[in-house]
């Protein structure tokens, strides 16, 4: 019972910040509502059972999210709203386009012949998503996974040109920093 009502409210509310990010005026706030509606969406899974799938979606949406943002607030000509602006282009044929298909996808999940479910639950249902999905190559993606980790660190690290320390010098316990930069904290 519990269960049902979270999954209405989850599905109500990613309906609700779907359509708030054509309402808002600002890329990021519509940005941050995409993530809204796409957390609630992570949530469903969850709710599904499917804890490897929902919890790769938090992961993967909330990084994606965050760096559109920080690319909408760097290179947009209106990151924070402060012109108005429309999110909405080709309102008429978007409509049409979106009724038709809402149409045909409910017809189809409501004339589908649905298959019966057989046999029982892997013992480890994330091993077996993970063999349905890589296959024998798991392995390999899990590395590659670390190596592009490994070098997306390496690259914010080598594009940094001062370190966290560089403005204290080699005495760290200075009162004041040396810095021949001016500006930052504390100044």
């Known amino acids: ?4 009502i979270l999954a209405w409210a989850l599905g109500l509310f990613a309906v609700a910040a779907g359509v708030m990010v054509f309402r808002f005026d600002s890329m990021a706030r519509a940005t941050f509502a995409l993530l809204a509606a796409l957390l ?3 949530g ?15 992961l993967m949406m909330t990084v994606e999210m ?9 290179f947009m000509m209106n ?19 979106c009724a ?24 480890d249902p994330t091993f077996e998503l993970g063999m349905s999905l890589m296959g024998p190559q798991m392995l390999t993606m899990m590395t590659l996974g670390t190596a592009l980790f490994a070098t ?3 690259t914010v690290v ?28 504390g100044r």
């Open 1 to 4: 019972m519990l269960n049902d």
């Open 44 to 58: 469903e899974v969850l709710l599904l059972g499917l804890e490897y799938l929902g919890v790769v979606i938090i």
């Open 100 to 123: 038709a298909l809402f149409a045909l996808l409910g017809a189809g999940i409501l004339t589908a012949d649905w298959p019966a479910a057989t046999g029982r639950p892997p013992a």
């Open 158 to 185: 080598l594009a940094t040109r001062r370190g966290r320390y560089d403005r204290w010098g080699d005495d760290l316990r200075a009162e004041r920093p040396d810095d021949p930069v001016r500006g930052g904290v």
């Open 152 to 154: 997306i660190v390496a």
């Open 66 to 74: 965050a760096v559109m943002a920080v690319f909408m607030i760097m």
């Open 79 to 97: 990151p924070a709203g402060l012109m108005p602006m429309a999110m909405l282009h080709n309102t008429r044929a978007a409509a049409v386009l």
């Open 40 to 42: 609630c969406v992570a």
